[in-house]
């Protein structure tokens, strides 16, 4: 099982960045895939859900209306698009998989390794 995640680095506030998470090892189209994200110094906090079939979405209170999650699940990935990004967003960014959301209590049956994301100009 192997999930790899891709598209992080330095943005300037206000601006943009697409992760991805490409899957493997597992049946992906049954199972739910999640973001999260751990700043330095601070506890892991949830960032969204989706479910199995792509047609549920959930975020956090801190994204909503600036992120957006998808998946394709033709090409096993799910993605994390970012808008209008925050010096706060600056974290490394986990994705998940999981027979539930994460935010629904589930807590993830596979993890990535992460990818960094900094706001800062």
């Known amino acids: 099982v192997q999930l790899v995640e891709s598209g992080g680095g330095l943005v300037q506030p206000g601006g943009s960045l697409r992760l991805s998470c490409a899957a493997s090892?597992?049946?992906?189209?049954?199972?739910?895939m999640s973001w999260v994200r751990q700043a330095p110094g601070k506890e892991l906090e949830w960032v969204s859900d989706?479910?199995?079939?792509?047609?549920?979405?959930f975020y956090a209170d801190s994204v909503k209306g600036r992120f957006t999650i998808s998946r394709d699940n033709a090409k096993n990935t799910v993605y994390l698009q970012m808008n209008s990004l925050k010096p706060e967003d600056t974290a490394l960014y986990y994705c998940?998989?999981?027979?539930?959301?994460?935010?629904?209590?589930?807590?993830?049956?596979?993890w990535g390794q992460g990818t960094q994301v900094t706001v800062s100009s």
């Open positions: 090892g597992f049946t992906f189209s049954n199972y739910y």
């Open positions: 989706i479910n199995s079939g792509g047609g549920s979405t």
């Open positions: 998940a998989a999981g027979t539930s959301g994460l935010a629904a209590g589930g807590t993830g049956d596979y």
